[in-house]
T-cell receptor, first 114, second 115 residues
Framework: DAMVIQNPRYQVTQFGKPVTLSCSQT?????MYWYQQKSSQAPKLLFH???????NEADTPDNFQSRRPNTSFCFLDIRSPGLGDAAMYLC?????????????FGAGSRLTVL | AQKVTQAQTEISVVEKEDVTLDCVYE???????LFWYKQPPSGELVFLIR??????QNEISGRYSWNFQKSTSSFNFTITASQVVDSAVYFC????????????FGAGTTVTVRA
């Protein structure tokens, strides 16, 4: 019954080696988010898609990119991971037709950078 | 500036004790929403409750209760008769019209319930 599915759950990469994390949803929500959560910290919004419209947060590094080929899927690309990018990456979805609607989160992808 | 402050970093209790988690928020908006999410060790953030700024009615849901007080900008959360399964990180979050209703999370409070 998982509604927001993230893959892989655990990803190990080398410094500078590109990484792609994926998120899929069965809720048909029009908004998809990517959050970065470092150890013992609050989740930090990187960007979100409202339908096909991409909305980047002002302080999100250029190293982070995203793609949303269709309603169900969204990808997070880290072009050249640094040690500081090691974190849990959380995908979430919401029904954007309702303001301040509840976010449904996936279980996260934990990225380790060697 | 921190919009949501959770002053308690960690709380440890013995099973069946009550636990109250503090949350203080800051906003210039008159229309806003407050949330509590739970993050168990599995990592998935789970929605617990949402309150809008026009509804100060406190709520009880099973062993959970919430106390929203606009006068003190607080939205506290209590777990009654805690259980080991309540062990998790709890996040308070704010969603403001001025910020396009994006969620601003507090730093979280880690609750450990010991058997």
């Amino acid at each position: 019954d998982a509604m927001v599915i993230q893959n892989p759950r655990y990803q190990v990469t080398q410094f500078g080696k590109p990484v792609t994390l994926s998120c899929s949803q069965t809720l048909n929500h029009n908004v998809m988010y990517w959050y970065q959560q470092k150890s013992s910290q609050a989740p930090k919004l990187l960007f979100h898609y409202y339908d096909k419209d991409f909305n980047n947060e002002a302080d999100t590094p250029d190293n982070f990119q995203s793609r949303r080929p269709n309603t169900s899927f969204c990808f997070l690309d880290i072009r050249s991971p640094g040690l500081g990018d090691a974190a849990m990456y959380l995908c979430a979805t919401s029904d954007g037709t309702l303001r301040a609607n509840v976010l449904t989160f996936g279980a996260g992808s934990r990225l380790t950078v060697l | 500036a921190q919009k949501v402050t959770q002053a308690q970093t960690e709380i440890s209790v013995v099973e069946k004790e009550d636990v109250t988690l503090d949350c203080v928020y800051e906003t210039r908006d008159t229309t806003y929403y407050l949330f509590w999410y739970k993050q168990p060790p599995s990592g998935e953030l789970v929605f617990l409750i949402r309150r809008n700024s026009f509804d100060e009615q406190n709520e009880i849901s099973g062993r959970y209760s919430w106390n929203f007080q606009k006068s003190t900008s607080s939205f506290n959360f209590t777990i009654t008769a805690s259980q080991v399964v309540d062990s998790a990180v709890y996040f308070c979050a704010l969603s403001e019209a001025l910020n396009d209703y994006k969620l601003s999370f507090g730093a979280g409070t880690t609750v450990t319930v010991r058997a």
